[in-house]
């Protein structure tokens, strides 16, 4: 199934700011991959490249930096990188909205002090997978096939 699988915001110095309830059980894939996300939040600064996907394995880890705040994201590995960049725009876009600046640098903050953001993640999520599901039905190649199987049958 191609789709989006976890998702997490935090600061560039590395604190989680919020992390997506993942109604799945955890794969072995994904348990490995939020390891590695740890990996990319220690290595990632200012100066590194403001969006990217990195491959590992069948899962794609996908970023997205604005205002020092980094915006991540587990996709199945054929999920659409431009839908995959829209939901993380969408997300920054509304998180930065809610909280202030000042109030997500906060020298006394603490891990994971906004999860009630989740809520937002989790209906923003939906769309984005319900239109992936629609980008597919609406494919060339989808809609070739009944056609291709009515000139088989009729032969």
């Not at 991959?33 to 403001?50: D, F, G, H, M």
């Not at 891990?111 to 599901?133: C, G, L, N, V, W």
């Amino acid at each position: 199934m191609k789709s989006i699988r976890s998702t997490q915001i935090a600061r560039l110095d590395g604190l989680m700011l919020c992390a997506s309830v993942d109604d799945e059980h955890q794969e072995g894939d994904v348990v490995e991959i939020k390891n590695q996300i740890r990996a990319v939040l220690r290595k990632v600064t200012r100066k590194s490249e403001p969006r990217a996907s990195l491959e590992l394995g069948q899962a794609t880890l996908n970023y997205l930096i604005e205002n020092d705040i980094i915006f991540l994201t587990i996709t199945d590995r054929q999920y659409p990188r431009n839908l995959t960049f829209t939901y993380l725009s969408d997300l920054a876009t509304e998180f930065q909205k809610t909280y202030p600046p000042a109030q997500l640098q906060s020298p006394t903050l603490r891990p994971y002090a906004f999860m009630e953001f989740d809520t937002f993640i989790t209906r923003t999520k939906a769309p984005s997978q319900k239109s992936h599901t629609k980008a597919i039905s609406r494919s060339p190649k989808r809609s070739k096939l009944p056609t291709a199987l009515q000139a088989a049958s009729s032969s």
